[in-house]
Each structure stands twice: as C-alpha cells, then as structure tokens.
C-alpha cells in the first residue's frame, strides 16, 4: 500500500486533517468531545506546538498549526493512537478508529492564516450543524471571539493580528471576515494546495519540488516522485546549448547531419522532464513522436557503446537536476 508522503520540518506550518474510517463517527457525545480536546491539550504542550485553529467534527478534525520542532508525526501518533484506545475501551470497539494515517498539507508561513481559520471554524455551519460557527463549542472560534479563556497553545492572536495592532478591533474584523463567509461560503483553500501537499507561492512550492527531487527516492511514497521539481524544456535547451557551444536554434535544425546537440536535448528532455511528447516535439521545430521515440532509442543504443557519450549524458542530466539549472535561472 501507498504511504503518504511526509515533511517533517522545524517551525513546519501545517493543515491537518484526520477521518474516521469509512467516514464513520469518531466522537459518539461530549465525553469523547472532551477527551479528544484534553489529548490535544496534553499534545500540544508537550510538542510545543502553536495551534493557529481547530475544530472537532463527528468524523474527523482539523487542525492549522506551527510545530517549533519536527514532531508533527510523533504528536499525531499520540493524539490519534491515544484517543482510538480510549475510545475503543469506552464503546468496546476494536479495529481503527481513523482512516489511515493523517493527511497534512505543509503551508508557507502564515500566509494563508486568515483563509485557512475561516475554512475550519465554517467547518460546523457548511455541515448544517449550527447556523453560525460560535454556536458550535467543539472549535477555537469561540476563543477567537473572547467568549471563553483560550488554552496556552492556542495561538489566535498571529491569525487576528493579520488585521490590526490592536487585538479587540482585530477582533471584531475577524469576525466580521468570518461571517461574510456566511453569506457567500468561499472556495476551500486547501483546494489549492500542489499536489494536495503544499499551500503557498510559486516560487516557494517550486522550491520545495527541488528539494524533494534532490533527495533519494522512497520505495512506496509515490508522491515524493509526483511532486519532485522537474526542470523544463527551456533548462534543457540553455544547459545543452552551453555544453556543446552551439546557439539555441542550433537545437531547432531538424536537418542538419550530426546535430549531436540536437540529439542530446530531445533525449534529454523526454528523460527529465516531465512534458509530454508532443510539446516536446514542438519546442525542438515540429518533431514528430515517432520522431522522438527514434532518437532516443538511438542516443540510447549509442550510450551502449560509446561511454564518452554516456558520461557526457549523465553529468549533463546531473547538472539539469541539481543546482546548476538555479544558477541559470538567477
């Protein structure tokens, strides 16, 4: 089976979300409701962990957080694995509670702070359980508005900061943020998050793909290679063209006899990037597939027998996959 890819990271920001199994209920009343929120209290404390938001629903939870160390995973094996036993002994239960492992979407900074507390305290009025989000208990919003004495961990003050210095105009901003989420409900912004695993800028998801590509494969994490930055046809061109010392169009010339050039960027370019065929054979003049399928079985055959060729190859597929193509792009 699959095994979610997870990022680990000192001061991580992160969305989290855990379901019960097939959907199914994982709170039966307040007792549990309770017992869930004293685990994430003893959790979090422990950890150190910064909750921005949560909110307990009857088959499953969120929570938007800072962890200060990497302990995401060891913190929700303990409230997940803690909560399942109690559970288990109070209904007399076996089996899991939850679906899997939890799934968390790791978001740059605090910038989707405002976003992302709505989304979860709008968790309990989208459901039809309660017409406004204060009225439900089991969520921080309450704490957000001053209603009841928030917990140390709770760290509603960097999300309504956001809106002002000062905290009960912020406040009332807040709310009012919030409730226009009421009348028009706003997209989810997770929705948004590449790969359904990073929630954040271009610039910043791009640099994590070359993070992830950098590092070495793991066997049943097939998101690590999903999601791993590939570079793009324009890296290859420009790397090609600098190593054989030929001009960008040199690489475009469909008829020209022993365009080694040539031959190196389509193989290239169908062996580390990820676009498809066809927009490959365009960026190299109107390449046909059948083409490209043909070059490369002969860059390939050619590799076989000529190792000068072959280490060429390969130092130019480690430089197209390292740091060399950062400094192009600088």
């Known amino acids: 089976m699959a095994r979610p890819l997870r990022i680990d990271i000192e001061n991580g920001v992160y969305h989290v979300t855990s379901r ?3 959907r199914r209920v994982v709170v039966c009343d307040d007792r549990d409701r309770q017992r869930w929120l004293d685990l994430l209290d003893r959790v979090a404390t422990r950890f150190g962990w910064r909750v921005y938001a949560w909110v307990l629903m009857d088959n499953h939870f969120h929570l938007y957080l800072r962890t200060p160390q990497p302990t995401l995973s060891a913190g929700m ?12 002994r109070r209904w007399q239960r076996r089996g899991a509670l939850f679906q899997g492992r939890f799934k968390a979407i790791v978001v740059e900074k605090d910038s989707h702070a405002l976003e992302l507390s709505r989304y979860l305290h709008l968790n309990p009025t989208r459901a039809g359980i309660v017409e406004r989000p204060e009225e439900y208990a089991w969520s921080s919003y309450s704490d957000y508005l001053g209603m009841r004495k928030a917990p140390a961990w709770l ?38 998050a590449v790969g359904g ?16 590509a950098a590092e070495p494969v793991q066997e049943g994490v097939p998101a690590r290679r999903e999601l791993a930055w590939r570079p793009t046809l324009q ?3 420009k790397v090609v063209s600098e190593a054989f010392g030929v001009e960008l169009a040199e690489l475009c010339a469909s008829r020209r006899h022993g365009n080694e050039a040539r031959l190196a960027a389509i193989y290239l370019a ?25 070059t490369v079985a002969r860059v390939e055959s050619r590799r076989q027998e000529d190792p000068t060729w072959d280490h060429r190859l390969i130092n130019l597929s480690q430089r197209l996959m390292t740091s060399e193509v950062s400094r192009i792009k600088s």
């Open 155 to 192: 760290d509603w003050q960097t999300v309504v900061g956001e809106l002002g210095k000062d905290l009960s105009r912020a406040r009332l901003a807040y709310r009012r943020f919030v409730e226009a989420g009421l009348r028009e409900p706003p997209k989810s912004p997770v929705a948004a």
């Open 197 to 212: 695993m990073f929630l954040g800028s271009i610039e910043w998801v791009e640099s994590w793909r070359r993070h992830l």
């Open 235 to 237: 890296d290859v061109s």
């Open 77 to 88: 094996h303990d409230l997940n694995s803690g909560y399942a036993s109690g559970f288990n």
């Open 20 to 22: 019960g199994w097939e």
């Open 270 to 294: 169908r062996q580390v990037t990820d676009e498809p065929v066809g927009v490959i054979g365009k960026h190299f003049g109107g390449v046909t597939m059948a083409a490209i399928s043909k």
